[in-house]
């Protein structure tokens, strides 16, 4: 073979590749829902592609979700959900993305356009996959990978289900979702019509890690009304609003902030600001993974409101509070079979599994909370949310395995008496 004959790539990755040049980026300030119409778009094309694979009771819900069925072929009767996000994170751009295929990758800093460049080294899992195919960005945009390879995972194990019925498998359930990155993307999903009695997010990262836990997650909005005057004519009268907000965000904790937070600390995120004079917003998000940790955070919040009220007696600050999710954990405990599952899959597919805890949320710990116990399987792909974003050919491989054996192993359960 000459150096420049390139060689195939596997069909999971062929299908990312495709998924991850549309545009689906969520849109957190829409009030619509879905929060963008190109997540509609995305999802009527998967209709077809779900109903060309030979899926039954393909569905689109106006509200942006997409259900599919697949009937079981063995002994197994736990009907077994399948989710993955179709939306992308708007914290980074997500149009007109143009994935790059790094073959034989050597190893070394992968560098792209506009001075990005992915250090292994700021990572502990890229490393295994030198001398293998990396997936990136060129530099201008996110990849996608979150949750796009999720999507390809899910259509390539349904597809080879098909394909083979030889192989065993559950009854299962697809679900497409929207907006998950925005927080709403279990607002328009309806679990009965689901009717999945287990479930697997496959929105998670390195292979090998089977998620069981989620942070608890709550969003605090800070409302900021200010008195707008002629600067000129100002004094005693203008309470500018662009101030007060600023003095709240140096008011909280660098300590507890993302960039100074690993492992199970949670933090709190301030994470957008809008404000003129006379009006602003702060919005910051509050993580952890105990309910402990997270009332207080809850209440640092609510003394935050009353100290910078009493500060500024000219404004009005007013506190939103809002749940976003909770950790599954618990639930997942009363009932192992998804995260044993999925542990005997990992195995199946020639790699240590590790029961690992997602510095984050997925649709799954809402689900859980709807009485669907769900887990989060790996897609192999990293620096999500971001133009450093990659996934390695092999990854998606591996993940594609694992979610297969996984399913295998539900197909052969026999059913209780
Ligand atoms: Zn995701």
Not at 156 to 184: K, Y
Not at 301 to 318: C, F, H, Q, V
């Amino acid at each position: 073979m000459s150096d420049t004959e390139e060689t195939v790539l596997p069909d999971v990755a062929e299908r990312f590749i495709r998924y991850a040049g549309h545009d689906t980026s969520s849109d957190g300030s829409s009030a619509s829902s879905p929060s963008t119409a190109r997540q509609m778009d995305f999802l009527r094309m998967l209709r077809e592609e779900l109903e060309d694979l030979g899926m039954e009771d393909v569905e689109l819900d106006e509200s942006g979700t997409l259900y599919a069925t697949l009937p079981g072929e063995g002994a197994g009767r736990t009907v077994i959900g399948l989710l993955a996000h179709v939306d992308t994170s708007p914290e980074a751009p997500g149009e007109g993305v143009v994935p790059v295929i790094h073959r034989s990758w050597d190893g070394g800093p992968i560098r792209l356009r506009g001075d990005v460049s992915i250090d292994p080294a700021m990572t502990e899992h890229m490393n295994r996959y030198a001398g293998g195919t990396i997936i990136t960005s060129d530099g201008n945009t996110l990849l996608g990978v979150d949750d796009k390879a999720g999507v390809a995972l899910i259509m390539e194990a349904c597809r080879a289900l098909i394909n083979d019925p030889g192989i065993r498998r559950p009854p299962m359930r697809v679900a497409f979702t929207t907006d998950e990155e925005v927080g709403r993307g279990m607002d328009g999903f309806d679990a009965e019509r689901f009717g999945a009695d287990m479930a697997y997010t496959v929105d998670g990262g390195p292979v090998g890690k089977v998620d069981i836990q989620t942070f608890n997650a709550w969003s605090a909005q800070f409302r900021v009304l200010g008195r707008e005057v002629h600067p000129g004519s100002a004094k005693g009268i203008m309470v500018n609003a662009v101030r007060i907000i600023s003095d709240m965000v140096s008011f909280l904790r660098p300590e507890e902030m993302p960039e100074n937070s690993s492992g199970d600390e949670g933090y709190i995120y301030p994470m957008h600001i809008s404000s003129s004079t006379s009006e602003g917003t702060l919005r910051v998000i509050l993580r952890d993974f105990t309910s402990d940790g997270m009332e207080r955070k809850i209440r640092y919040m609510k003394s935050l409101e009353g100290w910078i009220n009493s500060r500024y007696p000219g404004a009005d600050i007013t506190l939103e509070l809002l749940e976003q999710y909770s950790n599954p954990a618990e639930i997942l405990k009363r009932d192992r079979r998804a995260v044993d599952f999925a542990l005997m899959g990992t195995r199946a597919a020639g790699l240590q599994p590790e029961e690992s805890s997602i510095r984050g949320g997925t649709d799954g710990s809402r689900l859980s909370f709807m009485g669907v116990p769900t887990v989060n399987l790996p897609t192999g792909g990293e620096f999500y949310h971001s133009r450093k974003e990659w996934v390695a050919v092999e990854g998606l491989q591996l993940s594609l395995d694992i979610l297969m054996e996984t399913l295998k192993i539900w197909g052969g359960e026999q059913s209780a008496p």
